[in-house]
Structures are given as C-alpha cells and as structure tokens.
T-cell receptor, first 116, second 114 residues
Framework: GAGVSQSPSNKVTEKGKDVELRCDPI?????LYWYRQSLGQGLEFLIY????????KSGLPSDRFSAERTGGSVSTLTIQRTQQEDSAVYLC??????????????FGEGSRLTVL | GENVEQHPSTLSVQEGDSAVIKCTYS??????FPWYKQELGKRPQLIID?????GEKKDQRIAVTLNKTAKHFSLHITETQPEDSAVYFC?????????????FGGGTRVLVKP
C-alpha cells in the first residue's frame, strides 16, 4: 500500500484479555516503531526495529507488552492481560534507511485500544 | 537515554501573530531534530527537521533554530493561520548507520484564534 496500515482501527476489550495490534509498514522501509499516545498526551516510545538488528525494547512499560516483526515487514504488538491504563492509541511508524541520520517517520492512523 | 522537554504545553495566539515552541534535549550526541504536526484525529506528520550541522532552517512560514551548546531548539511559526491549529511535537535522535529511536517531547497544543 501507499502508507503505513494498522489494524484494527478500534479495539474494545475487557480487562484481563490479550490483544494483538498489527502494523504493515511502507514497502522497503527498514525501520519500524511503535509509540503509545494516551488521551491528550505525547508520543511514548515503546519499541523500535531496524533491519535485522536486535530490537530496542527499552520503552516497553511491562513484561505484558511484546512485539515481533516477521520477515522484516509486518509487526504485531501484543498486550497480555490488559489493564485499564493500557487504554490509548497505539501508533506504528516506518522509516526508510537513510545516510546522514535523518529518519523521517511515516505514521499509521493508529489503533485505538479501550480496556473496560 | 535521551530526554526531550517541550514548552509550553498549550499556546493560544491570534491569527497573524507568531508562535514559538521550545524544546530541550539531554543527550549531546543527538544530531537530528524533527518537528511533527498532528491535527485533530489525524496521524503525526513531519513538517520540518534540522541536523546538528546547521543553526537554522526555514520553510515558508515555519523555521527551526538549534543551539547545540545549550541543547535546545525551537519552532517558529509566523503569520499564523487557523489551519496551523494542531498539536506540535519536537523530537531528537542520534543518527548514523546503526540508527536510533526518535524521542519525542510532550507536545504543544496550538490554537490560532481567528
């Protein structure tokens, strides 16, 4: 596709259930990011994948959160045993590999998660 | 790791006036500083960026300045228009072949009053 695609766009779940959020980056982009945006708040870094390197997981808030990127393309963010404080918009972004350090991020529309 | 502080959190200006948003960063190794604009209900989009080898960059009504010594950078919007109303995020990262994550500031909600 032309842009970063995320699914589902909206997810309502009950506390304690597991959820999976999917991100399909722009074809050829080597870097993929997950950010979390709580209502009216900033962009909280969660995890970063760059090519075949080990992911930077330093932003994952707890061991209930995990992410995979299969074949260097599609990524899945999994939240186990969801809590109400997990309610937020989860934004995925991809970026092409560039020289010189510029890293333009192309964001998806986000997945809005509501935990009841 | 990198920490980016952004001020103010909200900014209300009259149409035609200027708006200035300021950010500070903690990691002196950071060398790439983009600004993203997020309109209500939309995804963030890059509006301008600056690398550490320059002190200022302009694109029509927006400009960014960088002070590496003080570790702060600013976004300037001149002749503001209602369509400039949005949340603006600054960010910082360390570049290079290995790449690195972008750390964002907390955002500034700008309201341009007609």
């Amino acid at each position: 596709g032309a842009g970063v695609s995320q699914s589902p766009s909206n997810k309502v779940t009950e506390k304690g259930k597991d959820v999976e959020l999917r991100c399909d980056p722009i074809s050829g982009h080597t870097a993929l990011y997950w950010y979390r945006q709580s209502l009216g708040q900033g962009l909280e870094f969660l995890i970063y994948f760059q090519g075949n390197s080990a992911p930077d997981k330093s932003g994952l808030p707890s061991d209930r959160f995990s992410a995979e990127r299969t074949g260097g393309s599609v990524s899945t963010l999994t939240i186990q045993r969801t809590q109400q404080e997990d309610s937020a918009v989860y934004l995925c972004a991809s970026s092409p590999r560039t020289s010189g350090g510029a890293k333009v991020l192309f964001f998806g529309e986000g997945s809005r998660l509501t935990v009841l | 790791g990198e920490n980016v502080e952004q001020h103010p959190s909200t900014l209300s200006v009259q149409e035609g006036d200027s708006a200035v948003i300021k950010c500070t960063y903690s990691d002196s190794a950071s060398n790439y500083f983009p600004w993203y604009k997020q309109e209500l209900g939309k995804r963030p989009q890059l509006i301008i960026d600056i690398r550490s080898n320059v002190g200022e960059k302009k694109d029509q009504r927006i400009a960014v300045t960088l002070n590496k010594t003080a570790k702060h950078f600013s976004l300037h919007i001149t002749e503001t228009q209602p369509e400039d109303s949005a949340v603006y995020f600054c960010a910082a990262s360390i570049g290079g072949a290995a790449g690195n994550k972008l750390t964002f500031g907390g955002g500034t909600r700008v309201l341009v009053k007609p």
